[in-house]
């Protein structure tokens, strides 16, 4: 699935009621093609070292961890891992922003500076009905033909690596089972740099040869090729 994450940062001026700024809470909206998640914390923050504070409180209190954007309804958690190098731009250009904020005669002569912080996490469901569609694809063709187990040394040779250590591929879920990868779940990695549930991709292959969403041809089982 395609996901797009977006951080926002807004300077408040002080209210009556400044308990209405300390309030965090999140939305899920869904739509057709994309669902959208958007979390909202408030933070005060003194204008000494403001902009080092503000990129620590976005990545722990907006990404939860600090390059895994963690968010869910309270029963399903679900993980949008960011590279290290993306995330910390993105922090970065966000708050150096702020800061020129900050210091404009709007805000500079304050000591304390309330901001509010945005989070939105859009995940585009079209790509992943296209694999769904590519996964039923590829079925029907190695049922149609007559499916070849990948060899035994080429399935021992898949490349096994926690989700987390991987870039971001865009895709949060395993086309096998359906199911999501969290950070911390083993994964294996094709030669066609596509990856699954170890387990699930291991059953898979010892039916077929062929990656279940680009085909890509593995060693094949010579056993069984005659």
């Known amino acids: 699935m395609a996901t797009d994450v977006s951080i926002h940062v807004q300077i408040c001026r002080r209210r009556a009621n400044e308990d209405a700024l300390l309030e965090e809470y999140e939305l899920m909206q869904s739509s057709d093609t994309v669902d959208k998640f958007i979390r ?4 005060t923050l003194d204008r000494l070292n403001f902009r ?17 954007v963690i968010f869910g309804d309270g029963e399903t958690h679900h993980y949008v891992i960011m590279e290290r190098h993306a995330t910390n731009a993105l922090v970065l250009r ?29 995940v585009h469901r079209r790509e992943q009905r296209e694999m769904e569609a590519a996964l039923g694809e590829s079925m029907e063709v190695s049922n149609a033909f007559g499916a070849v187990p990948a060899s035994r040394a ?51 292959l010892n039916e077929s040869n062929l990656c279940p969403l680009c085909r890509f041809q593995m060693p094949r089982d010579q056993e069984n090729c005659d």
């Open 40 to 43: 909202i914390c408030h933070v």
């Open 94 to 122: 966000v708050a150096l922003e702020a800061e020129r904020l900050r210091r404009t005669k709007l805000y500079s002569h304050l000591r304390e500076i309330q901001v509010r912080m945005v989070l939105e996490v859009s």
């Open 154 to 204: 080429a399935i021992d040779a898949l490349e096994k690596r926690k989700r987390c250590e991987l870039l971001d591929s865009g895709d949060d879920g395993c086309v096998i089972c359906k199911d999501e990868i969290s950070p911390d779940e083993e994964v294996a990695c094709m030669p066609c740099k596509h990856t699954f549930h170890h387990e699930c991709i291991v059953r898979w």
């Open 52 to 68: 080092i504070n503000l990129e620590r409180q976005m990545k722990q209190r907006l990404l939860r961890r600090h390059y895994h």
